[in-house]
């Protein structure tokens, strides 16, 4: 079963940076597609981005337009978000979310909808921005 894990949020002022991962354990993430998350408190869990490990594609919601960054390293498994220019509203708990390219219709079904409902968590990363 695919084990992951985030790491990399803590507490940052506003307008710091932070790079989040998101490692898989004993999987290549190649054949994946993965998404992250965050929950704010007391806000519904919104997506932020995603990515298919295979060919590098990416998607971003609005609200990360600009700011935020995901990438991948195949080779060590795992998936990055970067996160520039914090703000306060960016506070909250960062899950990554993976699911086979094959599940996710090689990239064709929506990530933000999909992935929460089948895909495997990590147990998130807190990032709390505040001076």
């Known amino acids: 079963q695919l084990q992951l894990v985030e790491s990399g949020g803590g507490l940052v002022q506003p307008g710091g940076s932070l790079r989040l991962s998101c490692a898989a354990s004993?999987?290549?993430?190649?054949?994946?597609?993965v998404g992250w998350f965050r929950q704010a408190p007391g806000k519904e869990r919104e997506g932020i981005s995603c990515?298919?490990?295979?060919?590098?594609?990416?998607l971003y919601a609005d609200v990360a337009k600009g700011r935020f960054i995901i990438s991948r390293d195949n080779v060590k498994t795992t998936v990055y978000l970067q996160i520039n220019s914090l703000k306060p509203e960016d506070t909250g708990v960062y899950y990554c979310?993976?699911?086979?390219?094959?599940?996710?219709?090689?990239?064709?079904?929506?990530?933000?909808?999909?992935?929460?409902?089948?895909?495997?968590w990590g147990q998130g990363t807190q990032v709390t921005v505040s001076s």
């Open positions: 979310v993976a699911l086979a390219l094959e599940a996710m219709g090689w990239g064709k079904r929506p990530c933000f909808s999909v992935l929460p409902r089948q895909g495997s």
């Open positions: 004993g999987f290549s993430l190649a054949s994946y597609y």
């Open positions: 990515i298919n490990s295979g060919d590098g594609s990416t």
